[in-house]
Structures are given as structure tokens and as C-alpha cells.
């Protein structure tokens, strides 16, 4: 008789049947059509059975008429997807699996931190695009099957990497070993779902032990498409969506046949092919009983439940026998008498038990007293199980409770609520549900945290982005939730936020191209180095500081990509609209030479306003370069000699200034007595004669 080993991790994801189960609940909830943007799963069966159901795959939101709701998939939407469907009134349900969620943001915080960001995966797959999406488009898609196209690519210093949750491990590795020679600093967070990573691994160990393997699922299923990869590398292996496809010879002379499914397969679905396994093989086959599903653990419990009597308002009677106490099982008591060293619980019987103060809590006490009071229920683990002594341990149920529930929060992407213990090498410590999580110092705020002590004593919440219960591993991010929260701030503000709208910001940072402002709630825009002054200047800091308060003109708001322009000088009016009230022709102004040209220097009247004085206006004589007469950074006075509001110039003249004020010196000289009408040569000449008694006349005679 041959066997057939069905894979314990076989059939639906968590991902997928949360968002099957959000589907039909958002269908009877809402009495609406639904709306997928692409198939709910990669299985054709699912998706017609939803689609009997009002349940509709779509390819285009254009083809929505008359409102509805649009269902995210498990694989996630980009931010325009969002937008679009609210532009068309549709009512939005995120269903976007939580792995896939944590994906996209750990991209969009590369690409905040200043990394170029990589995504390992199939540039078609909707997951992939989804990601690439979020950050902008602003991402390389890198596919583990063509790694030659590596070396085409011209890659940041820091690049950030990020994985489709159905890739590969192997091949993820492959990507990072033949990346870390070519970039100076990289990142690598490894997305690949916990349960993509156990079935893959299942699925090479079935492989290993039968015959032959069946990996039943859509043919357009990534996961299962790289089940049926992997079962393929070892043994023959055949890829099927349905009974229909099975050829009875495949399975001639195989005694131990391997059956598994992707994370888009249901369970009626995989018991359809090893149901017609056990009854059309020749000869028969038994089923090993290594795969207990859900259904039937159900049918189990509910034997159980009815067998027992009630129990009425949860109430333990004492009056029963004491239960079979099996070392590592959790059962509740009640706390029967308190001492200092130690307490007594019963658990069901007539006796009591123990409870040494060190098994009480992980907390440092002197007393029991102090945690516990008589008529408490507690949990407790038996540890030791013994007909003469049983020791029991409400710190390791405690424990034992308190990382199931971790398992629950970080399975379903739910956020933990702790406390912020100390600062050690590399991070925090972090008291949660009564254990201690590690916070690393890069996920401790959005920001680097110079001191970490400043963080001691902090209640926040947490999101698990490590989770390893068997080695008591529990890492955490603080960061993750402030971005989350930072997003959904930006997200209102930049919906209320309008262009032409006048808002105080305080600048945090001054850079060559202009300054970025606060303008509150961490949501900064650029103010453009262009936009401070109506003049040209060179560097923000010539007009702006950090730390100082300021208001701006909001003149671009881009909401896609949560971007803001700003404007100072646009507050006030262009300086040239008053040139008119303020210069004359004539006038003899002062202004500093700020440029030169070949053909002439720039002379600042006041902010934004210059006016030129052309190279021949510069001085009487013939001047080949300006720089023979002024230089820049000088004080001139310029007489204007013409002025064009509309083309925005202003004639000077040096030369007719110098002029001007020359005349002006000459004029208001006094006249020497006896020079008034004489020529200047003769008068000197009789002035002469006369003082030394020589007479010309007479000697020119002679």
C-alpha cells in the first residue's frame, strides 16, 4: 500500500484568506457591489466563486459605474490607485496583506533615508509594482533569474533592498552576494513571508522523502509556480490546478506520493486531489495522518466541549478531580493563601499547590504579597509533574501567554504596547506583555538618537519586525509606528493644504539650492533659493538661519509624491512695479556694482532692481573692459539716462554723472579780479609783468 503525505503548510496564506474573508464581509456589510483591481488570488475557481457572489474582478476603475466599494488586494495598491478611487466616490477597503504592507514601508523608509531602493522580485507581479509605486516609481526592480542585467545597472552608494514576500531565499541571497561588491553601503531587509519561507522549506523536504509530488494551484500563482520549482530541482514533480490534469501513469510505481499547494489554493480544493488519490489508484492508498486542518481540530474541540459539564459565570468548581497536569501545559487556578516566600493555588481539586516565590514573576519582589491576593486567578505551567510533588510556575505561564500573544500580533501586523526599559549596547530594552523585546537604535524614532537614555522610562507602541519564539527573539520598531502616524498627518495636511495659502514654518535646514521649513507636524517643504529674495543671492544664509521663524507663500502643492513649494519674496510685491514712482531720468543715483560684462556693469539700486551702465557710458575715454573703471563690490554714483518698467531695465551713466557734477563744481567757482574777460595766458602774463615791472609791449617792439 502506498502513503501520501499532504504538507502541513499547504493551502491558503494568512494573507489571502483575510482578504477572501474581508471580501465577503464587505459584500454582506454593504449590500454593494465589490470591486477587485485584478484577481483577489491567483486561483481561477476562487475568483469565479466570487464573482457568482457579486464579487467582480475588474482590469480598469473606469468600468466602475454607480459607485460601490473597491476591495485592495492582498498584493497592494500604489498611493494613485487610492486616489483615483476616491475621485470616483467608490468606497475604499484595504485588504492589502500585512507582510506586503510592512514591504512598502520599509521601501518608502529607504528611500526617505536617502537609499536607492531595490526590489528583488518580478517586475509584472502586482505585489512588485505595488511597491515601486509607493516610493514614486522611484525604485530598481531586480528579477533573481536575470542577474546579468546587475551590471548594467549604475548604482547609489546606499542602496536599500526589499523582496517580493513569495521570492526565494536562495535567491535573495544570490542577489545581495553579487550586489555587496558593487555599492559602498547597503541595506537589506528581508520581506519574504514567514509562511512563503515554511512552505518553501516543506516543500523541499517532501520532495526529499516521496516519490512524486503534486503541487495543486493556479498556473498563474507566483508562490505556487516556485513550490512546483523547487519539487522539480528533486524529484518529478507536476504542477496541477484540478483532478482533470492527473495522468495515472504518472504515479505508476510510486509508493509515496508528496501533496502541497500555494498560499492562493483552498483546502476543498487540495482534498479534491487527494480524495480521488485514495479512491482511483489501484490498489489503494492510505492517507498518513500528519496534517490535522483546521476544520478538523474544530469538529475535535467541539467533542470535547459538549462532553464537559457547564460551567456557570466561569466559576472553577473544587468539588472535581484534579486534572490530568502534564509537564509544559498551561491550566488556570485560583489563589487559595499568600505568604511571603511562596502561594497556594488549586487548579481543580482537593488539594492545593505550591507555588515558590521565584516561579511567581519575573519582577524582583521580597514578598508574594505584593503581586498576588487570595481569590486571584492566574494561569499557571506545570514544570515538574511528580506523584509526590508538582511544581507549578505562573511567571513561565506568564511567559508562555505572553509570547502566543506576540505570535498572534506580529502574525496579523498588529501593533504591541510597551514600555521603554533601558538603553544598552546597540538599542533599548523594551518591557512588553511581561517580556523583554530589544529595540534597535535605528528603529527607536525616525530620526538618529544620539542619546538613547533620553528614551528610558517611555511608554510606546511597537511594531515586531523579528519574531523568533523558540529562541525567545523579539525585535521591535518604534519607527515604523511614528511613520505610520507621520503618514497619516502628512495625508490630512496635505488634503486641507492649498496652493496661494500663507503658512509660519520655522527653517530646519539650510543646503546650496535653497532652505527646507517646517511647517508643522514634520511636514516640510523647499523654499528655492530663488524664492527668498527678489535679488540674486548666493546662498540661502545670506538671508535665512535655521531655527528661525518665518512665513511663506505655499505656490506648489504636489500630493502625489508629497512635495511642497514655497515662496518667500512672493509675499511682497515685485520691487519694479514701484520703479516708476521711485527713479526719474536725470537722477543721480548711488548703487554697488554686483556684475560685470563685456559690455558694461551691473549696478543694484535696491532688492530685485539693477540697472546697467553700458561700457561707453563709463567714462569719457575708450574703455575696452569695465574692469578698467570699476570693480564689483563698489559704490558708484550713476545718473539714469533711461528707464523701461516693462522689459525691467535701467540705463545709467557714469560718465554723464561725473560729468554733471563737474559742470556743477565749475559754476560754483568765484572769478579771480582782473581774469573776468582776459584770456587766462594773457592775464597771467600782465599779472606777471606788472609785479616784476617788465612791460611786453615794449619788448616785443624791440
Given at each position: ?16 484568506e483575510r482578504a477572501l474573508n474581508i471580501a465577503l464581509e464587505s459584500r454582506k456589510k454593504h449590500n454593494l457591489p465589490v470591486y477587485i483591481l485584478g484577481s483577489l488570488i491567483h486561483n481561477p475557481r ?105 551590471s548594467k545597472i549604475r548604482f547609489s552608494p546606499k542602496v536599500g533592498i526589499v523582496c517580493q514576500t513569495t521570492q526565494n531565499q536562495e535567491k535573495l541571497k544570490l542577489v545581495v552576494g553579487m550586489l555587496l561588491p558593487l555599492v559602498k553601503e547597503l541595506k537589506v531587509y528581508n520581506t ?511
Amino acid at each position: 500500500m502506498g502513503k501520501i503525505i499532504v504538507g502541513e503548510k499547504a493551502g491558503f496564506c494568512f494573507g489571502v484568506e483575510r482578504a477572501l474573508n474581508i471580501a465577503l464581509e464587505s459584500r454582506k456589510k454593504h449590500n454593494l457591489p465589490v470591486y477587485i483591481l485584478g484577481s483577489l488570488i491567483h486561483n481561477p475557481r476562487v475568483v469565479a466563486d466570487l464573482e457568482s457572489q457579486g464579487i467582480k474582478t475588474i482590469s480598469d476603475l473606469q468600468t466602475i459605474e454607480g459607485g460601490g466599494v473597491l476591495l485592495i488586494r492582498s498584493h497592494g495598491a500604489g498611493p494613485q490607485i487610492f486616489a483615483r478611487a476616491e475621485q470616483l466616490g467608490l468606497k475604499v477597503i484595504d485588504a492589502t496583506c500585512p507582510f506586503v504592507k510592512q514591504e512598502q514601508n520599509l521601501a518608502k523608509g529607504l528611500l526617505r533615508d536617502g537609499y536607492q531602493v531595490m526590489v528583488v522580485g518580478d517586475a509584472q507581479h502586482p505585489e512588485v509594482q505595488a511597491v515601486v509605486e509607493s516610493v514614486s516609481n522611484q525604485a530598481i526592480v531586480v528579477n533573481p533569474s536575470t542577474l546579468d542585467a546587475l551590471s548594467k545597472i549604475r548604482f547609489s552608494p546606499k542602496v536599500g533592498i526589499v523582496c517580493q514576500t513569495t521570492q526565494n531565499q536562495e535567491k535573495l541571497k544570490l542577489v545581495v552576494g553579487m550586489l555587496l561588491p558593487l555599492v559602498k553601503e547597503l541595506k537589506v531587509y528581508n520581506t519574504i513571508c514567514n509562511a512563503t519561507r515554511e512552505r518553501q522549506a516543506e516543500t523541499y523536504d517532501l520532495a526529499r522523502k516521496a516519490a512524486l509530488l503534486l503541487v495543486v494551484g493556479g498556473k498563474n500563482s507566483a508562490n505556487t509556480c516556485k513550490l512546483a520549482e523547487i519539487g522539480s530541482s528533486l524529484i518529478p514533480t507536476y504542477h496541477i490546478e484540478s483532478i482533470d490534469e492527473i495522468k495515472p501513469q504518472w504515479l505508476e510505481g510510486k509508493n509515496l506520493i508528496g501533496v502541497t499547494a500555494g498560499a492562493s489554493t483552498p483546502q476543498e480544493q487540495i482534498s479534491e486531489v487527494v480524495d480521488w488519490l485514495k479512491l482511483n489508484l489501484a490498489g489503494g492508498i492510505d492517507m498518513e495522518e500528519n496534517q490535522i486542518k483546521s476544520e478538523q481540530l474544530t469538529e475535535e474541540v467541539n467533542k470535547i466541549e459538549a462532553s464537559e459539564p457547564a460551567v456557570e459565570n466561569g466559576e472553577m468548581r473544587l468539588d472535581q478531580e484534579i486534572p490530568l497536569l502534564e509537564e509544559g501545559s498551561i491550566v488556570e487556578g485560583i489563589i487559595v493563601a499568600v505568604g511571603d516566600d511562596e502561594v497556594a493555588v488549586n487548579v481543580g481539586g482537593k488539594s492545593d499547590l505550591e507555588i515558590p516565590l521565584r516561579e511567581l514573576t519575573a519582577e524582583k519582589i521580597s514578598s508574594a504579597r505584593e503581586v498576588v491576593k487570595v481569590g486571584d486567578k492566574i494561569n499557571v505551567m506545570v514544570i515538574k509533574s511528580e506523584d509526590e510533588k508538582t511544581l507549578l510556575s505562573k511567571k513561565r505561564a506568564d511567559e508562555e501567554i505572553a509570547w502566543s500573544k506576540l505570535a498572534d500580533n506580529y502574525k496579523n501586523r498588529r501593533r504591541v504596547r510597551g514600555q521603554i526599559v533601558q538603553a544598552i549596547k546597540g538599542g533599548l530594552q523594551v518591557k512588553l506583555e511581561g517580556i523583554m523585546a530589544f529595540l534597535p537604535a535605528s528603529q527607536a524614532d525616525l530620526g538618529f538618537v544620539s542619546d538613547l537614555t533620553t528614551l528610558e522610562g517611555l511608554e510606546a507602541e511597537f511594531y515586531l519586525i523579528d519574531f523568533d519564539p523558540e529562541r525567545h527573539r523579539a525585535v521591535l520598531s518604534r519607527k515604523e509606528v511614528l511613520a505610520e502616524e507621520r503618514q497619516v498627518i502628512e495625508d490630512k495636511f496635505y488634503r486641507d493644504l492649498e496652493e496661494g495659502q500663507t503658512k509660519t514654518g520655522v527653517v530646519t535646514r539650510l543646503t546650496p539650492f535653497g532652505a527646507f521649513v517646517d511647517l508643522g507636524q514634520g511636514v516640510e517643504g523647499l523654499l528655492h533659493i530663488s524664492e527668498i529674495a527678489w535679488e540674486r543671492i548666493r546662498h540661502p544664509s545670506e538671508r535665512l538661519t535655521e531655527g528661525e521663524s518665518l512665513e511663506v507663500l505655499v505656490i506648489k502643492v504636489d500630493r502625489e509624491a508629497k512635495r511642497l513649494s514655497l515662496s518667500l519674496k512672493q509675499l511682497s510685491a515685485h520691487p519694479w512695479t514701484k520703479v516708476e514712482d521711485k527713479y526719474k531720468v536725470g537722477d543721480v543715483i548711488e548703487g554697488k556694482v554686483v556684475r560685470l560684462a563685456p559690455f558694461g556693469a551691473f549696478v543694484n539700486l535696491e532688492e530685485g532692481v539693477d540697472g546697467l551702465i553700458h561700457i561707453s557710458q563709463l567714462s569719457e575715454r575708450r574703455v575696452e573692459k569695465p574692469e578698467e573703471v570699476v570693480q564689483v563690490g563698489e559704490t558708484v554714483s550713476a545718473k539714469i539716462i533711461k528707464i523701461e518698467p516693462e522689459q525691467r531695465r535701467i540705463g545709467l551713466s557714469l560718465r554723464e554723472a561725473r560729468e554733471q557734477k563737474n559742470f556743477a563744481s565749475e559754476k560754483n567757482k568765484t572769478p579771480i579780479p582782473g581774469l573776468e574777460q582776459a584770456p587766462l595766458s594773457s592775464s597771467l602774463g600782465d599779472l606777471l609783468a606788472e609785479k616784476m615791472g617788465i612791460d611786453y609791449k615794449d619788448q616785443s617792439e624791440n
